[in-house]
């Protein structure tokens, strides 16, 4: 076998899964909440200290959406500033798309998402400290529908 392919393969294949996680691939369904009136996000260390933390509010959408967004700024004695949003269609809505951008985060460090207390999903910072995640929060009682 030839051990320039196999190792370029190999390279091809580390780059493919360095892009998709740093470039805010699709995280897995987080658990039914209702988040369309949601108040506040927030970012989490794995020891539970925020360093980061923002009020929602309404934005107007030309579409048929509904969007609520969160200027994430230090806390706790964090450095981090990212942004937060809740998507979701204003007619009979199924799920909710939430995403969450970070930046000078510690590299390397997990990170839990948090909206209203409501975890939604766990993120690693990249080596240049940066989080982007989207997640697809369903809708308490969409699934039976």
């Given at each position: 076998m030839n051990t320039r392919f196999v190792a370029g393969s190999a390279a091809a294949f580390v780059a493919a899964l360095y892009l998709a996680s740093s470039l805010g691939a699709q995280a897995p369904a987080a658990p039914p909440a209702d988040l369309r009136n949601a108040a506040a996000a927030e970012v989490r260390t794995a020891e539970g200290q925020a360093v980061m933390r923002g009020d929602f509010t309404s934005v107007d959408e030309d579409d048929d959406d509904m969007e609520r967004k969160a200027a994430l700024k230090p806390a706790d004695g964090g450095?981090?500033?990212g942004d937060a949003e809740v998507e979701f269609a204003k007619?009979?809505?199924?799920?909710?798309?939430?995403?969450f951008l970070g930046r000078d985060l510690t590299p390397g460090a997990e990170y839990s998402l948090l909206i209203d207390g409501h975890e939604v999903a766990k993120a690693t910072a990249d080596k240049r400290g940066r989080i982007e995640i989207e997640v697809s929060v369903p809708l308490p009682g969409a699934a039976s529908k």
């Open positions: 450095k981090g500033t007619d009979q809505p199924k799920e909710q798309e939430v995403e």
